[in-house]
């Protein structure tokens, strides 16, 4: 099979899959005949699907593709054989599912460091009350007022903008439009439209705050999902024919690799001293906020990463009630039962329920990934490869392991 066709039958197989599962497909920017063709033919049963996806994977090796278009697809297509075989009714444990999407083996995460994120929270928050009750008063404390959501985003965008652009060139027309919703089991998504434009929706039920909106726009926008967007379809799709990455679908390895980097994007492009930095951004607004102590208190409860992750193992690995995982989100994530309920939801959907490991997994691998980089080589050169380069989870994982190893040994030959 040649090259061409075999991506071909990739994108054909990622369209088809979308027909069956409603949200499959996140964005599609490719030939819109093809589309077309496929939305014009019968729907295939789950089963040729994942028939279609290993006769792919074998002729795969056949082909003239360099390694790191092989490997992004080999990784992508088993992603899509799992996904077709559990529609077509195959018993799949839960963390074999997610490790055929997303190239990880995941595990539950370690109480004893969450018990001691909730007190570094406790010395960071004194007074009265129990450690939820004071950490759920600093939050509501921190919230944006909802008539002024839009402006804040806004704010925040503009001024995360200025630094991408000075930092990774976009196109001239790249351009993202905000829109205020509710009733959704996310808190936000960048739906990316093609052309380099997106429109990044906003859940206004979540109550967001000054010191998480920076993070989030970040994630959508800049120097996230929209930036890697607009770059990959630049660079990869119109320069050098990678017509593969004119989909993105869901439930596979480019989701984690992307929301690990978005997740990462205000430490790539702000860095230490975001929280000042965004209180002076929205005290032109005449918003207050304490910048300082807001990063103190978001680096803190960076130690609770996998509690979502553990609620996901309760609710699918070992079948538990959930109420059970509310409970569970409630004491280890200090939130409040509504905000439990919603991840709850989100953990609930058939699309989405394996989803919470590409944010968890991800920040890991990305950020160890980051970290490993090579003497002299800076921190935004390191980032932009995940914008630009077809990366996948495993090459990564193999990269940091390397990257450790040379560490460990150039550490012992220096001792010496």
């Not at 063709?37 to 994942?50: G, M, Y």
């Not at 699309?351 to 950020?367: K, N, P, Q, S």
Request: charged fraction near 25%; proline fraction near 5%.
């Amino acid at each position: 099979m040649e090259a061409d066709e075999l991506v071909r039958g990739y994108l054909v197989l990622g369209l088809r899959l979308g027909r069956l599962v409603s949200g499959f497909v996140d964005s599609f920017t490719g030939d819109p005949a093809l589309s077309r063709a496929v939305d014009n033919e019968p729907r295939l049963a789950p089963k040729a699907l994942a028939d279609h996806a290993r006769q792919l994977n074998r002729e795969l090796t056949h082909t003239d593709l360099a390694d790191q278009r092989k490997q992004f697809l080999q990784a992508h297509l088993t992603a899509l054989e799992c996904t077709a075989r559990k529609l077509a009714g195959e018993r799949i444990t839960f963390i074999d599912e997610v490790e055929q999407y997303f190239q990880v083996r995941i595990r539950p995460g370690d109480e004893d460091a969450y018990a001691q994120a909730h007190r570094n929270l406790d010395a960071l928050l004194p007074g009265a009350g129990s450690l939820p009750e004071r950490l759920n008063a600093f939050r509501t404390a921190d919230e944006v007022p909802a008539r002024r959501l839009q402006g804040a985003v806004q704010a925040v965008s503009s001024a995360l903008r200025d630094r991408v652009r000075a930092r990774y060139a976009l196109p001239e027309q790249e351009i993202v439009e905000y829109q205020i919703v509710t009733n959704k089991p996310w808190s936000g998504f960048n739906y990316y439209l093609g052309g380099y434009r997106s429109r990044v929706a906003i859940n206004a039920d979540l109550g967001h705050r000054m010191s998480n909106l920076p993070h989030l726009v970040a994630h959508e926008s800049y120097p996230g999902h929209h930036t890697e967007h607009c770059r990959k379809d630049a660079g990869l799709v119109a320069r050098r024919g990678h017509a593969e990455q004119s989909i993105f679908l869901i439930n596979t390895p480019q989701c984690l690799m992307a929301e690990g980097m978005a997740d990462l994007g205000l430490h790539a492009v702000v860095g230490p001293g975001w929280g000042v930095w965004t209180e002076e951004i929205f005290r032109d607004l005449g918003l207050r906020m304490d910048g300082e102590l807001s990063e103190k208190v978001e680096s803190a409860t960076s130690g609770l990463l996998t509690v979502r992750q553990d609620a996901a193992l309760l609710l699918h690995d070992r079948g538990a009630d959930p109420d059970d995982v509310v409970a569970h989100l409630r004491r280890w994530l200090l939130v409040p039962e509504p905000r439990a309920r919603q991840m709850v939801r989100f953990l609930a959907d058939p699309l989405w329920r394996a989803y919470t490991t590409t944010y968890v997994e991800g920040v890991r691998l990305v950020r160890a990934w980051l970290d490993v980089r090579a003497p002299g080589e800076s921190l935004d050169s390191r980032y932009l490869r995940l914008l630009d380069e077809p990366l996948v989870p495993k090459s990564l994982e193999n990269q940091v392991r390397d990257g450790l190893s040379w560490l460990a040994r150039n550490t012992s030959e220096n001792s010496i």
